[in-house]
């Protein structure tokens, strides 16, 4: 079945950076496009973050980032892997949020992993 782990996350500062990093099984990652959404107290989840899956020699992969996240946030995959990363760097508090990834979209059957807490404050 599907499985993903997100990690990385943690408490950091306005300015800081964190990397996280999502190990998935179950599917065949290497063709999925995935993403990196969150999930702040009281709001939706919403998605921050996709890459395609670049899974030939012919192929590359591209990414879109959210507004508010674009130009501080980069998504990055290793297919031989199976995991995602998203470095999120110049952080603000606006970003506390649990993150969580997923494939884009969400594909039927595809249980969501526990997230990975990021909070940030001074």
């Known amino acids: 079945q599907v499985q993903l782990v997100e990690s990385g996350g943690g408490l950091v500062q306005p300015g800081g950076s964190l990397r996280l990093s999502c190990a998935a099984s179950?599917?065949?990652?290497?063709?999925?496009?995935m993403g990196w959404y969150r999930q702040a107290p009281g709001k939706q989840r919403e998605l921050v973050a996709r890459?395609?899956?670049?899974?030939?020699?012919?192929?590359?992969?591209?990414?879109y980032y959210a507004d508010s996240v674009k130009g501080r946030f980069t998504i990055s995959r290793d297919n031989a892997e199976k995991t995602v990363y998203l470095q999120m760097d110049n952080l603000k508090p606006e970003d506390t949020a649990v993150y969580f990834c997923n494939s884009v979209p969400v594909g039927s059957g595809y249980s969501w992993g526990q997230g990975t807490q990021v909070t940030v404050s001074s």
């Open positions: 890459i395609t899956s670049g899974a030939t020699v012919y192929t590359t992969t591209t990414t």
């Open positions: 179950g599917f065949i990652f290497s063709i999925e496009t």
